[in-house]
Structures are given as structure tokens and as C-alpha cells.
């Protein structure tokens, strides 16, 4: 039986006690909520996305009474962004960036010049909320006039009464 070397037995070892420390050290411990696959999910899962369509689709139909007049138009949520605690499973923090815009053509000229906005709305929610009562806080409920309109967990105000705090 051939002998390892000590040098290379040491390499070994090493080896194999620093493997399974860099398999714990890649998972993240933060990520975004349109990426994480929960416990009773499978990769691919839609509630997240389908419940982000139906928001940014809910805005898209209440802009024009709320929100997009005076100075911009063209207003556009662009989506709920929400950081996970993957230890967890829990909403760090969550915001609305929304973006509009407005354009003026130089009437002697011709040239088109456009001035583009963003707001970054914070989402009100307590420290540590689950992601599954966020998720349920968010999706349809009976008594509602959408998701938008939900009274979200923890602070008794909902997505609609964090865009009138933040847009002008």
C-alpha cells in the first residue's frame, strides 16, 4: 500500500474540513423575494410574480385618479422589491420604486428632450415579519378593492397608503 506524504495528508485533511464551511459560506443570507423558494415551493413557484403583475396592474388602473397628473407622467410601478432573511424566512424591508417621466419637444428644433423621475416608497412593516403572513397579508381577500388596498400585517396601513406617502 502506497504511503501519502505528510505535506499531502495535511492538503487533505485541511481540505476536507474547509468544504463543508464554504458550502455553508455560499448560501446568502439575504435575498430578494422575487428568488426565494419557500418550504412548501417548488423552484419556479409564480405566487410571488403573479402577485407582483397583479400590483403593478392595480396601479396601472388607479394612476390616472391618484397619482400621475401635474408635472410627470407616464407613471410605472416597477415592482414590489422585498429583501429575505434567509436564517429566517423573513422580510428585512421592502420598497416601491416607481418612475415617471415628461417630455418637451423644442418646437424650433425638433429635439425631444425628456426628464425621468424615480421614487424609492418604503413599505411599512414590522421587523422580522414571515414572509408566508406578508404573502397572505398581500394576496386576495374578500373584503378588499385589491391587493394595493390589503392592510398589511404589523402596521394597519397597506401598499396604496405607502405610494400617497411618497409620490407628489
Excluded: K
Excluded at 27 to 44: E, K
Excluded at 98 to 118: E, N
Amino acid at each position: 500500500m502506497p504511503t501519502v506524504p505528510m505535506p499531502l495528508r495535511c492538503l487533505l485533511a485541511g481540505t476536507a474540513v474547509l468544504l463543508p464551511l464554504a458550502a455553508t459560506a455560499a448560501a446568502p443570507r439575504y435575498i430578494d423575494l422575487a428568488d426565494r423558494v419557500g418550504p412548501d415551493d417548488t423552484p419556479g413557484d409564480r405566487q410571488f410574480h403573479e402577485l407582483n403583475d397583479w400590483i403593478i396592474y392595480e396601479f396601472n388602473d388607479i394612476c390616472a385618479d391618484f397619482f400621475c397628473s401635474g408635472g410627470y407622467a407616464n407613471y410605472r410601478l416597477l415592482r414590489l422589491s422585498c429583501v429575505v432573511d434567509t436564517r429566517s424566512d423573513s422580510i428585512r424591508h421592502c420598497r416601491l420604486p416607481v418612475a415617471a417621466s415628461r417630455d418637451q419637444v423644442d418646437p424650433g428644433t425638433g429635439a425631444l428632450r425628456t426628464d425621468v423621475r424615480h421614487w424609492l416608497c418604503p413599505v411599512p412593516l414590522p421587523r422580522g415579519l414571515p414572509v408566508t403572513a406578508f404573502l397572505g397579508a398581500l394576496d386576495w381577500q374578500p373584503d378588499s378593492s385589491g391587493h394595493l388596498f390589503n392592510v398589511l400585517p404589523g402596521s394597519g396601513r397597506s401598499l396604496f397608503d405607502a405610494l400617497q406617502d411618497c409620490l407628489p
